[in-house]
């Protein structure tokens, strides 16, 4: 039941996201969804007034047509007075002033909104893949790259590019809060901008379908004072601490992540150098799991690492059938980067 499972997805994922703004897109937090939500609640008050006057027009024409006429229909003489014409000329009329109204104001949006009002000093290039996002943080000192993953942290108020990549088929970077939706397309780079005005946590998911876990691909815009952002930036571009040596199940641990999970995933200090799965040098500083599936408490993350085709059938990340003892030591260890 691919659908029952998508809507339940679509209906359930906000509320699993413990953001103040989960999918929302009738009220804007950044200078590109005002213009945009005006058009929104603008555009949807004129099909409502729409609405009124002609369900109004209607009724009335039915009653006064009813309240003359007490023979049978068939008797009602066709008015092909000229009077009849000219009202239709107005409706017209006024409909169409209407309608070209709300069009220029939406090309008027659509053109205020295309580029930010000033440079923006940050860009991130966002891939997405199969089920997941990847952030990488240019910088044109290779030494400030950092590369995450689906946590995109931004500074606020200040308008942040993005740079769109594919890594396999089709997907759709949609913050509601924040901007539109943008395609990613294999083969192609596209570019958006997104702006926060206040601090917080903002919800995003991928808006094509692509595959299975589509309704899995979510994740979050997570905004900060310049000030906590370049600390949070500072501390992510830092390597994984390696465990203290008095934790011999951590150290263990390492040795098995490398072995089992290094060839996909990168920790940042050690030998796990894989690129095809999320880094997680810093792993336990995020707030969820999967793509924005699971939160990320201890229970969940051993939970995933044990069976992730159970959490997340069709995932890419296989069930390797860890033995009790090694299952502990990776959980053990995963749980020191922080
Ligand atoms: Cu990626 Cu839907």
Redesign the pocket.
């Known amino acids: 039941m691919p659908h029952t499972h998508a809507l339940l997805a679509t209906i359930i994922l906000p509320r699993l996201v413990d953001a103040p703004t989960p999918l929302t897109f009738m009220r804007g937090y950044g200078s590109k969804t005002y213009p945009v939500t005006a058009l929104t609640w603008g555009l949807l008050a004129i099909s409502i007034i729409v609405v009124i006057i002609i369900t109004g027009l209607v009724v009335v024409g039915v009653w006064r047509r009813r309240a003359r006429s007490s023979d049978s229909i068939a008797q009602v003489p066709v008015n092909r007075g000229a009077s009849g014409v000219g009202s239709v000329a107005i409706a017209v009329g006024i409909s169409s002033l209407v309608l070209l109204g709300s069009v220029i104001w939406t090309v008027v949006v659509l053109a205020d909104i295309n580029a930010p009002a000033k440079k923006p000093a940050l860009t991130i290039e966002v891939t997405?893949?199969?089920?997941w996002w990847k952030a990488r943080y240019l910088s044109d000192d290779p030494s400030r790259v950092l590369t995450t993953a689906n946590e995109i942290h931004i500074p606020t108020g200040e308008p942040i590019r993005i740079k769109l990549l594919s890594a396999d088929?089709?997907?759709?970077f949609w913050v509601p809060a924040l901007t539109g939706k943008t395609q990613?397309v294999p083969g192609l780079t596209n570019t958006t901008w997104l702006e926060a005005d206040r601090p917080g946590v903002y919800a995003g998911q991928?808006?094509?379908?692509?595959?299975t876990e589509?309704?899995h691909?979510g994740f979050l815009v997570v905004a900060q004072k310049p000030a906590a952002f370049k600390a949070w930036l500072n501390a992510e571009l830092k390597p994984a601490a390696p465990p203290p040596p008095s934790d011999a199940t951590a150290l263990q641990g390492e040795k098995d992540f490398v072995f089992h999970c290094g060839t996909c995933h990168t920790v940042r200090g050690t030998d796990a150098g894989g690129t095809v799965a999320p880094d997680l040098t810093h792993v336990m500083s995020r707030a969820m799991l999967a793509a924005n599936t699971l939160r990320n408490t201890p229970a969940n993350l051993a939970g995933w690492i044990a069976d992730p085709q159970a959490q997340k059938p069709g995932t890419k990340m296989p069930t390797l059938y860890l033995s009790g003892p090694q299952l502990n030591a990776i959980v053990t260890y995963v749980r020191t980067l922080k």
């Open positions: 997405g893949q199969q089920w088929v089709l997907h759709s990613t991928c808006t094509e379908y692509c595959g589509h309704s691909m």
